[in-house]
């Protein structure tokens, strides 16, 4: 947004009848996708906005998942959406504190240069790869005897389900936003400002520190939140390594780490389970599911324009 | 875009702080550069690991593994079961039905979605009036970002019906009956599903590097007398080329790797649509590779379909590494003009 013209393209007062055809065709198929995609995304929103408010009811929120046949019996979603706060807030605790500091080294150090250029593509790497991928990786790694204490074990067997596991795969989903954001951030800082606190004697990691991630914050936080919403959108890793068991399965008493190393679900994998493709069947339910799930989205979405309004009002430099 | 700028002072300062022998930093340094080599030890040994495990199933099919031949459906119980019975592991395995439908459907959708995307962008950036411009812009963010999950659940209770009850006639449905049936979860209704997907994401990256083309290009364009079309068309557009390669590799690897949602939509059936049978090839369901990991993963404590998954999973890690690759040599030219981020 910072090319908005500073002398404004004339206004034009004649008609585009004097184009060639083939610009007048260029101009009329761009306005014309324009409003189909402008139509398709109002039928998207609204539809799901519908769905969701026939079929929302308050006390979706506070029942937990049951096995049933018919609407009155399977009961709301509860536990998939504590599930979705859970692994998200997991996920982000770990993806976070890495991201932010594989992206400092990236930016503020990078040497050697063969281990930069290595990480540079191993985290855009990272973000393409399918997570279906990541997810079939984590139940052979995570079902290894030495990690069994992340997870249930029974007769010597171990499991490989639980918090954990799905929140140690998804931090990786969501690695790559965190990292290249505040990348982004930290670059767009001039060199002067890091030059200037050397100058008053400050260390490098001081620099890092009290200058230069303090002024790179909103773009971290951009980066959290385009994370998270990668994070709780994932379907693939939740049923394949917390269980998409609809309700919460603690491996023991102990009263939050048996939880965590127990099986449970999320949102989305509450959707699959509700699909008609799913076991569930429940379409209605899953409507609701989907309804908040998408506010959840747009939550975040808001967070982010927030976040960066916030910031172009902010510092300044040069 | 100059990344050599920030080295500088460090180069230059490098003497000051071995005059005072700061630790510190050195200590940051080492922490963090260690930080960065685990994370990249981890993904290098997961990709070891992956191809270890898929190792059996290739070495068992050889080229084979990519071909034809017998039914893939088939094939998975075959291998499953020799695993549950802990009877003599059976490989065999054609992968060819999954892999042509992973083809089609991600080669459909963003053949689609990249020729809209490339109007929509160039419209919402240039042409829309300032109004639309505001809405358009927030709308697009958001549905790049809804889960695809309510994709899937959208085309399902909605598309695919429609597909079936309206689309496919009576007769066509008897006229594949044995083989397969036509139920509306059709190729169709996966690449159309995938295409309302990924757009958003190629939008939005298109739109940002249609933004970044310096004004003066366009307005020095404009005062020859061009016209507004022509000369975005001629002048932004294609200084914005690479771009456009990066936002459809993006896209493309999403496309590539979506399993949820195209197992909703697809039809879980290991068939490969024929282009020979002419309008009903739309309407033929078919399974891609993504989607047969999750349709088999309760099958994992099997060995040698615990192989068979890998080996999938193997091959899609290779093409989203491969698409990567592109992307990465397709941003080399724009760092030369230094135009785009």
């Known amino acids: ?206 620099t890092t520190r009290r200058v230069l991630l303090p002024a790179a914050r909103p773009s971290m936080i951009t980066g959290t939140m385009l994370g998270l919403g990668r994070v709780i959108g994932d379907t693939a890793i939740v049923l394949l390594l917390l269980g998409g068991t609809l309700t919460f399965g603690s491996a023991n008493s102990t009263p939050l780490l048996g939880m965590l190393r127990g099986t449970g679900d999320t949102l989305t994998g509450y959707i699959y389970y509700n699909a008609p493709t799913g076991d569930g069947n429940q379409p209605s339910k899953a409507y609701a599911a989907a309804f908040v799930l998408m506010l959840m989205v747009l939550a975040l979405n808001l967070g982010v324009d927030f976040v960066v309004r916030r910031s172009q009002r902010a510092v300044r430099w040069s | 875009m100059d990344e050599d700028i920030f080295l500088e002072p460090d180069r230059e300062l490098g003497f000051l702080e071995r005059d005072r022998g700061l630790s510190q930093d050195q200590r940051a340094e080492l922490g963090l550069g260690a930080l960065v080599f685990v994370v990249v030890a981890l993904l290098v040994a997961m990709l070891a690991f992956v191809l270890h495990e898929a190792w059996p199933s290739f070495a068992h099919n050889g080229i084979g593994w990519f071909g034809g031949g017998g039914s893939v459906d088939q094939q998975i119980q075959a291998i499953f079961t020799s695993g549950d019975l802990k009877t003599a592991p059976v490989y065999t395995f054609h992968a060819w039905p999954l892999i042509w439908s992973t083809i089609l459907i991600t080669i459909g959708a963003v053949a ?69 049936q036509l139920s509306g979860s059709s190729l169709l209704a996966a690449v159309l599903i995938l295409t309302v997907m990924i757009a958003p994401i ?98 994992l404590n099997s060995p040698p379909m615990k192989h068979t998954l890998y080996a999938i999973a193997a091959v899609l890690l290779f093409s989203s590494a491969m698409l990567s690759v592109i992307g990465w040599a397709a941003k080399q030219p724009m760092r030369r003009y230094g135009v785009v981020p």
């Open chain 2, 112 to 180: 689609i979605a990249f020729v809209a995307s490339l109007f929509i962008a160039v419209f919402m950036v240039e042409f829309a009036p300032p109004w639309l411009r505001r809405i358009l812009e927030p709308v697009v963010r958001l549905l790049a970002s809804v889960p695809s999950v309510i994709y899937g659940l959208a085309g399902v209770l909605v598309l695919v019906p429609f597909i079936g009850n309206h689309l496919i006639t009576q007769g066509e449905k008897a006229s594949v009956t044995p083989t397969i």
């Open chain 1, 1 to 206: 947004m910072s090319t908005v013209p500073t002398a404004a393209v004339p206004k034009r007062s004649e008609s585009n009848a004097s184009w060639r055809l083939s610009d007048r065709i260029g101009l009329g198929l761009a306005w014309l996708l324009g409003l189909l995609f402008c139509a398709i995304a109002a039928a998207i929103v609204v539809y799901f906005l519908v769905e969701g408010i026939r079929y929302l009811r308050p006390n979706l929120l506070v029942t937990n998942p049951a096995p049933g046949l018919s609407e009155g019996q399977t009961g709301g979603f509860l536990d998939p959406l504590l599930g979705t706060v859970i692994v998200g807030v997991m996920a982000m605790a770990i993806a976070v504190p890495v991201g932010v500091g594989i992206a400092v080294w990236l930016s503020e150090f990078g040497r050697p240069t063969g281990l930069a250029r290595l990480a540079e593509s191993a985290v855009e790497m990272l973000a393409g790869e399918p997570s279906v991928v990541l997810a079939l990786f984590g139940t052979i790694l995570f079902t290894v005897r030495e990690l069994g204490f992340l997870s249930q074990t029974s007769h010597g067997i171990v499991l490989g389900q639980s918090f954990f596991a799905a929140a140690a795969m998804l931090s990786l989903v969501g690695l790559p936003m965190v990292v290249a954001s505040t990348r982004e951030g930290l670059q767009a800082i001039p060199s002067h400002v890091r030059e200037a606190s050397y100058a008053v004697g400050k260390t490098k990691i001081a």
């Open chain 2, 202 to 299: 190629m939008i939005a990256v298109f739109a940002d590097g249609l933004r970044a083309v310096p004004r003066g290009w366009l307005e020095g364009s404009l005062a020859l007398g061009i016209n507004r079309w022509r000369t975005f068309w001629k002048v932004g557009v294609r200084t914005a080329r690479p771009v456009f390669v990066a936002g459809t590799v993006l896209a493309t690897a999403r496309a590539l790797g979506e399993a949820v949602m195209v197992s909703m939509v697809s039809g879980g059936v290991g068939f490969a649509p024929n282009p020979v049978d002419g309008l009903i090839f739309f309407f033929e369901p078919s399974r891609p590779l993504a989607a047969t990991i999750i349709a088999n993963t309760e099958e």
